[in-house]
């Protein structure tokens, strides 16, 4: 399930995100390598460490399938030219508060 998406930048900074292999939630790539659902706990890359973390994260596409950078601003937010796809995948659907991955938080 791969697309095309824009090419970043080597200074803008960068998370590597991907879908869940076990229930197809968004996840992100933490610092120590393992995975999260929630954006703000993603490690924020730039330049090479960035291309290094999405190739292991290619590796491991057991736990998470069809990763690929997205980008954030330095503290780590959704930003930049697909914002509103990648808030939506960040937030859950756009539905009713009590349906979706918000109605666990509520």
């Known amino acids: 399930m791969s697309s095309v998406r824009p090419k970043l930048k080597p200074a803008t900074p960068k998370v590597v995100t991907a879908w869940d292999a076990s229930n197809g939630f968004t996840t992100y790539r933490t610092p120590s390598g393992d995975w999260t659902q929630n954006v703000a706990e993603a490690e924020v890359l730039t330049h090479e460490a960035a291309d290094e973390a999405l190739e292991a994260a290619k590796k491991d596409q057991t736990r998470a399938t069809d990763p690929y950078l997205m980008e954030?601003?330095?503290?780590?937010?959704?930003?930049?030219?697909?914002?509103?796809?990648?808030?939506?995948?960040?937030?859950?659907?756009?539905?009713?508060?009590?349906?979706?991955?918000?109605?666990?938080?509520?």
């Open 72 to 106: 954030v601003t330095e503290d780590g937010k959704v930003t930049g030219r697909e914002t509103l796809r990648e808030s939506i995948r960040a937030e859950g659907p756009t539905c009713h508060p009590n349906y979706g991955r918000q109605a666990e938080v509520n």
